[in-house]
Every structure is written in C-alpha cells, then in structure tokens.
C-alpha cells in the first residue's frame, strides 16, 4: 500500500498526518467518503454536501464553539442561515483546486486503492474577532480537505467482522458531525477490551445507540421462536436501529440502509435495539462512510451499570457476550449489495468538479 496523503487549504498543499489526528487539530464540522472505480468517482458525494450542510446548521444555532472555537460568541450566528447549495459550491471549489495536486500523486497510488476524501469546514477566526454582522456567514468559513489512499477491505468476507463493546453514553449533538467529537472520544479508549474494533454507546446501558464511528443495526425476529434466519421469511424479521431523535449521527449509509428495507420489502422500526432483548437478534451490523457496511461477529456489554464501569479498571471490567454465525447473515448481505449497486448508480465522477 502506497499510504500517501495530503491537506489542501485555501490554494496551499501541505503534508498530512493522520485523519484522526487532523480532525483533532481544528474545530469544525465535516464529513468523510471514499471513491470506486479505481479513484474516478466519490461515492454518495450529493448525499455528504446535504449531511455537512446539515451539520453546519445545527452547530451555528445551537453550538457555534463546535464551528468555530471555544471562545466564540454565539450572539450573531443564532438563526444564520446557509444555504446547501452555498456549501456545495464553497466545498467544490476547494476540490476543484485539489485535484490538481492529486494529478501529481496518483503516480503513486497502487493497484486496487481508492482515495480516502475528509472535507472540514471551519470558521476563520481572525474574520470573526472583526465581525460585521451585514457580511454572510460563509465569508468566515473555511475548507480544508485531507485526501489519502485506502484500500478497501472485502465485503461480506468472515475474516473482515466487527467486534463491538459497549463503552460510553451518547453524544451531545449528535445530529451534527464534528471534529471536536474525535477530542472527546478519546478516554473511552481505555475501556476497549482486545481485538474490539468498535465501541458502543447507550445512555441507559440497555438501548445501543451507535458506535463512536459507526451507526449500529440489528436483524431481529419479530416474534420469539425457535427458527433462525435460514427457518423463515423476511416479514419474520425486522432491521433495527436507533431513531435520530434517540441522539444519534444520521448517517448517510444509514439513510440508505432505511432506503433499502423500504425498496426491498424488508421490515424496519427506527428503534434502538435492547441488549434484554437480544436473544432475539438474529444478525448485527455498523455502517460508515468509508466502509459502507460491515457484519457484526461478537457484542460485548459491561456488567454492571456504565456508572460502574467509569469506577473501574480496565483489566477488572467484566463483560457479557453476543456471539453470531460466521459470515455476514441473509439480510446483512441484501442490504450491503443494494447499497453497492446504488453506489454505482449515484457516484460522481471526479472530473465533474
């Protein structure tokens, strides 16, 4: 793997580190995707704008210190409004210019990577220390892109599963996706028992919202029996995950998981799934933007209460646990194909900045 990257801002390329530690550098919110077909196209880019769009909104009205810095005064961006379409052209003017630093790396892009595409936008907070309320909102934002190589993992492939634990509550704001999140996640860090890929949120210990990264789904029967997957038809079972309003990233896979059970005929309730209630999930898997959708082999949940858990050392948690079949089950496996081939149906070409 060639593991190349780097940052563009306002016409200046710069050398990269990190994702997690760029997000951690600067306030903002933003948004991440990844391309097909050999790096020509972004996958679901349309979708991303709307959803950082959205993001932009809901931290200027409600936490502009999430947009800007934790010094800011929120009296002038209170019911600003941004326009999606403001947002897209200000984002695709900055990938526009990009691209052409990226002409000179794909050189040394191997085989079979795709491009990793992170855009923040910020405020520009020398603008705003001179704050004339009569100028538009998007003369003190700012663009940065952090583009890199990744190698996509195989679909549906056993090997590839996510291991979860529960770890932490829910996040404030969690409508909106921003950088300070990645700052904020970090003590859970310690709770992580070996070889989890994945950490859990619930408020109540019981009702799993999502992961720190991921939006979380479960395959359940609708009705306890002794039958699995394989014993029943698709109106036995239902998809869950937990509702927006439960606190939770409305994500763009997650959206087109949604769309795919109404296209498909397959049942759905926005519900966050009931650990109490799992011996009733049948199949389990995350979604993110970079990794589309991946099955779910082993869900770890603390015992005891998460208040507990924060009091106690990580070599002394003990956990209860999930385990599922090998492989990706029946559902997880038609979800993730319709969304690939919508993939396809909704990418952007690069060279249509």
């Not at 999606?84 to 695709?92: A, G, W």
């Not at 990577?113 to 855009?119: D, G, N, S």
Request: aromatic share 8%; glycine share 6%; proline share 4%.
């Amino acid at each position: 793997m060639s593991n190349w990257r780097f940052l563009y801002h306002n016409g200046v390329v710069l050398e990269a580190p990190p994702v997690t530690t760029f997000l951690e550098s600067l306030t903002g919110a933003y948004t991440t995707t990844r391309t097909i077909n050999n790096g020509t196209s972004l996958l679901f880019w349309e979708r991303h704008m709307k959803r950082l769009s959205s993001s932009i909104r809901i931290l200027l009205n409600s936490k502009p210190e999430l947009l800007f810095s934790s010094g800011s005064s929120s009296r002038f961006w209170m019911n600003q409004r941004v326009s999606h379409s403001s947002i897209y052209d200000l984002v695709n003017g900055s990938m526009n210019e990009a691209l052409k630093s990226l002409v000179v790396k794909e050189s040394e892009r191997s085989y079979g990577e795709e491009l990793a595409v992170t855009v923040l936008v910020t405020g520009n907070v020398e603008k705003l220390n001179r704050l004339d309320e009569e100028r538009k909102v998007l003369d003190f934002l700012h663009v940065w892109l952090h583009i890199g190589t990744y190698l996509p993992c195989p679909l549906g492939v056993r090997e590839n599963a996510a291991s979860l634990a529960l770890v932490g509550r829910g996040r404030d704001v969690a409508a909106a996706k921003y950088s300070d999140w990645v700052r904020l996640r970090k003590p859970l860090e310690k709770f992580r028992p070996p070889s989890t890929t994945e950490l859990l949120l619930s408020n109540d210990g019981d009702h799993l919202l999502e992961g720190c990264i991921t939006n979380f789904f479960v395959v359940c029967r609708r009705v306890k029996s002794s039958e699995n997957l394989l014993g029943g038809s698709l109106s036995e079972f239902e998809v869950q995950t937990a509702a927006i309003t439960d606190g939770v990233l409305p994500g763009v896979i997650r959206d087109l998981v949604i769309e795919v059970c109404l296209s498909k005929g397959i049942p759905y309730r926005e519900r966050a799934p009931s650990w109490c209630e799992r011996e009733l999930w049948e199949e389990a898997f995350i979604t993110s933007s970079v990794r589309i959708l991946q099955h779910v082999a082993t869900i770890k949940v603390p015992v005891g209460s998460l208040e507990a858990l924060a009091r106690t050392k990580a070599d002394e948690i003990q956990w209860k646990e999930i385990m599922f079949k090998e492989g990706p089950g029946m559902i997880t496996e038609l979800i993730q194909t319709a969304i690939m081939e919508r993939g396809i149906e909704e990418r952007f070409p690069l060279k249509d900045l």
